[in-house]
């Protein structure tokens, strides 16, 4: 050994372990260990349809389980004890049989409920799926873009995002916005940027008979689907979907435009709501549905707080920093959207709702 490395030998710490924070700090660690396992065996529940034949239906064994959904049983025995480790499930020791509770079963398997989340577990499969692309990100600063990301990340979303937006939409958020609901109902002219798949652009179209929604995205196979979405659900000649950039989507004189859960993705969200300022009409508004994000850095510590943070990581500030200079990240605080949006020229913005998961901000001239 050298001189110097002697030296430093000599000059590092010596730890000073206390024992029962050491053991709390490895059972988290355990836990997560069990998250990150069981959120593939998630998606794959529901890939294979495995909680759809468990939902509402009593009591059954790893080998019915197997035989409704055409599975190997041994691979669903394995399977099962994970869920019910994780709560998912219960399990009776005297039948040897498994129980999806109602409560789960709706969270897992009815698409129209507000509680429905499995779509979380498609987009948690898709983001992981970039890792080695996001560690390179981590050593050379550069981005990834959302349309590079795995298919599965797309339906996902929609799946993931269509609950909330049912279940808040038309209850909670267009209310809070002045004047909104009161044009909408006369005959409304609206922007849905960063639309994706539709699904916000579809329930307004289909609450607001009288009005024109317009959805622009630059991801051309979304703006097919919402397309496809929009003639399913029979309003396809008051909805238009276009692929355009949030900085250059055409019209003006919208009464309204909308971001829902994207402004933090943009590379150039001044550039955005500079377009949406010259686009809208005198006493229009822009609604930016955002995630929740604490005021200060410590306020995201919490398991909201924790979600966001690891998909601005895997997928939205990646976006960002691919497509433009300005990353704000899915835990943007109220600060900084309000200084994006006073940079393009808006005299107001303001929190006008929220819920646990999500801000409602207006922005007016």
């Not at 050379?140 to 339906?155: R, V, Y």
């Not at 609206?190 to 622009?216: E, Q, R, W």
């Not at 604490?294 to 306020?299: L, P, V």
Request: glycine content about 10%; some cysteine.
């Amino acid at each position: 050994m050298n001189n110097s490395s002697q030296a430093a030998s000599a000059e590092a710490p010596t730890p000073t372990i206390d024992s029962q924070r050491m053991e709390a700090f490895l059972g988290k660690v355990v836990t997560d260990f069990g998250a990150a396992f069981s959120a593939p065996l998630c998606y794959i529940g529901d890939k294979l349809g495995l909680y759809k034949a468990m939902a509402f239906a009593g009591p059954l064994s790893h080998e019915e389980v197997a035989q409704r959904t055409q599975t190997d049983a041994r691979y669903v025995r394995e399977w099962l004890i994970n869920q019910a480790a994780g709560g998912y499930m219960t399990y009776d020791p005297q039948s040897k049989k498994y129980t999806l509770p109602d409560e789960q079963a709706t969270a897992l398997t009815v698409e129209d409920s507000p509680y429905y989340v499995v779509g979380g577990f498609q987009i948690v499969s898709a983001m992981n799926k970039a890792l080695e692309r996001i560690t390179e990100g981590f050593q050379t600063g550069k981005g990834m873009l959302w349309g590079e990301h795995h298919h599965s990340l797309f339906q996902g979303t929609e799946r993931f995002f269509k609950p909330s937006y049912i279940g808040n939409l038309l209850q909670n958020w267009l209310p809070a916005v002045e004047g909104a609901e009161e044009k909408l109902q006369k005959g409304a002219k609206v922007a849905d940027i960063g639309a994706g798949h539709g699904i916000s652009t579809l329930i307004m179209a289909k609450a607001f008979p009288n009005s024109h929604f317009y959805g622009f995205d630059n991801h051309q196979p979304s703006v097919e689907r919402a397309n496809q979405i929009a003639q399913q659900e029979g309003v396809g000649n008051r909805v238009e979907f276009q692929v355009a950039s949030a900085q250059q989507f055409p019209g003006s004189d919208y009464d309204l435009i909308a971001y829902f859960d994207c402004l933090h993705d943009m590379g150039d969200p001044v550039g955005a709501l500079t377009r949406a300022y010259e686009a809208l009409t005198q006493d229009g508004s822009v609604m930016v549905i955002e995630p929740m994000a604490g005021r200060k850095t410590e306020e995201n510590f919490n398991p909201v707080g924790r979600v966001y943070s690891g998909a601005s990581v895997l997928c939205c500030t990646p976006n960002a920093i691919a497509s433009g200079p300005y990353a704000l990240g899915t835990v943007a605080s109220d600060s900084a959207l309000q200084e994006v949006a006073t940079k393009a020229g808006f005299k107001s913005f303001t929190r006008v709702a929220e819920t646990p998961f999500n801000r409602v901000f207006q922005g007016k001239k």
